[in-house]
C-alpha cells in the first residue's frame, strides 16, 4: 500500500523510527515485517481491529516487548533505553495505577520517580479533569475515571513521545472530545502522539492514519486521504474497502 501521508521527515525530526521489526509471540509471527517512521508534533492514529498487532507494536515503540528481529529508535535511543523514560509517556489498555491510593498520591509517587514535584502533579490532574476526585480512592473511580488516572501519569513531564493504547475507552462523547482537544494541542506544541483505537470515527481526529492488518501496513495515510483512495464516506467504510483489497492482493 502506497504512503500517502507525506514526504518522508528529516533525521532532526524524526521521533519513532521502526525498521523491519519482527515480534513473535508463542508460535505466532505477530508483527513480520513492519516499518514506520513517526515526525514530531503529529497525531498519529494506530487503527485496526483486535489481534492486528497494535498492543504489540506500541510495546515495542516504548521497549517492553521482546522482538525476533529488526530496529526500533525512539528519539535517536534504541526503545526503551534509560535515558528515554522522562521523554517518553505509556497509557496501557489495562489501568496501571494503585487502586488503593487516592488520584494525588498515585501522581504524586510517579512523579517523585521522575523528579517532580506538586505543581506538577495538579496541573496534570487538572488536564484530565479529575481535579473534582483529587482525594478519591482510585479503586472507588469508575473505569473512565481509572483511565483518566493511567492517562495523567503518562503526562507527567511533559514527554516528548505518547504512547496511548485505546486512551479514550468507556468515556463519554464529552469527555472523548476534551481529551482529543488535549492531544491535539500537545501536539501543536511539539509532541508526538501514537493512540490506538479500534473505534473508526476516531480517525478523523488525526493528522496521519496507519492501518494495521494481520500486523502488516494497510494504509499509510491522511484521514482525506483514506476517504478519497477509497471512496468510502467514513472511516468504518474505508477499512474495509482496504479489508477486501488486501484480501484479494493474497
Not at 49 to 62: E, Q, Y
Not at 87 to 106: F, I, K, P, W
Not at 221 to 249: C, H, K, M
Request: charged letters at 20%; a neutral charge.
Amino acid at each position: 500500500m502506497a504512503d500517502l501521508a507525506g514526504t518522508t521527515p528529516g533525521a532532526a525530526d524524526v521521533v519513532v523510527g521502526i525498521g523491519h521489526l519482527k515480534v513473535v509471540r508463542g508460535k505466532r509471527v505477530v508483527l513480520p515485517d513492519f516499518s514506520l517512521t513517526l515526525p514530531r508534533g503529529q497525531v498519529v492514529g494506530l487503527l485496526g481491529p483486535s489481534g492486528s498487532g497494535k498492543t504489540t507494536l506500541m510495546r515495542a515503540v516504548v521497549g517492553v516487548q521482546t522482538v525476533a528481529g529488526g530496529t526500533v529508535e525512539v528519539l535517536g535511543r534504541p526503545a526503551g533505553s534509560p535515558e528515554l523514560r522522562s521523554r517518553v509517556g505509556y497509557m496501557t489498555q489495562a489501568v496501571s495505577v494503585y487502586s488503593d491510593l487516592t488520584v494525588s498520591e498515585n501522581l504524586t509517587y510517579f512523579a517523585a520517580l521522575l523528579g517532580l514535584g506538586r505543581p506538577e502533579v495538579a496541573q496534570t490532574i487538572d488536564r484530565v479533569e479529575l481535579a473534582d476526585h483529587a482525594g478519591d480512592l482510585v479503586g472507588r473511580l469508575s473505569g473512565g475515571e481509572r483511565s483518566r488516572v493511567s492517562l495523567a501519569v503518562a503526562l507527567l513531564g511533559s514527554p516528548e513521545l505518547l504512547v496511548l493504547d485505546e486512551p479514550t475507552v468507556g468515556l463519554d462523547p464529552v469527555l472523548r472530545q476534551s481529551l482529543w482537544d488535549l492531544f491535539r494541542s500537545l501536539a501543536t506544541g511539539g509532541t508526538t502522539l501514537l493512540v490506538s483505537s479500534h473505534v473508526m470515527d476516531e480517525a478523523t481526529r488525526c493528522d496521519r492514519l496507519v492501518l494495521l492488518r494481520q500486523g502488516r501496513l494497510l494504509a499509510d495515510t491522511t484521514p482525506a486521504g483514506l476517504l478519497s483512495q477509497t471512496g468510502a464516506r467514513n472511516a468504518d467504510q474505508a477499512f474495509l474497502v482496504l479489508e477486501r483489497q488486501a484480501g484479494g492482493d493474497t
